[in-house]
């Protein structure tokens, strides 16, 4: 996946592109984003690197939208709720 070949298939330029003017970025400013990490990696495992303040602003957030309208207090919880109504 991170041959050179491969890159625009992981690229989100499009979407970075869209969000330009609402972040304030010049039309022709070049920004490259991508998912595949040159280390490889597992899904799931960056949060290890996720500021503890950051995950404090997160669950709090996850709290306050989506504990009440899912009755889910984890996003572990969520998927399994999905899974079972599938």
């Known amino acids: 996946m991170s041959a050179k070949e491969n890159k625009h298939h ?5 979407v970075r592109n869209a969000c330009k ?6 039309e022709d400013s070049e920004v490259k984003i991508g998912k595949v990490r040159a280390s490889g990696g597992k899904a ?3 949060r ?3 500021p ?7 669950d709090q957030k996850w709290a306050e939208v989506m ?4 009755g889910c207090a984890t996003y572990e919880e969520l998927r399994a709720k ?3 109504s599938a």
Do not use: W
């Open 52 to 58: 503890p303040s950051v995950l404090a602003v997160l």
């Open 82 to 84: 999905g899974k079972a």
């Open 10 to 14: 992981f690229d989100d330029h499009f």
């Open 21 to 26: 003017p609402n972040m304030g970025l010049a």
């Open 67 to 70: 504990v009440p309208s899912t």
């Open 44 to 46: 799931g495992k960056g």
């Open 48 to 50: 290890a690197s996720i």
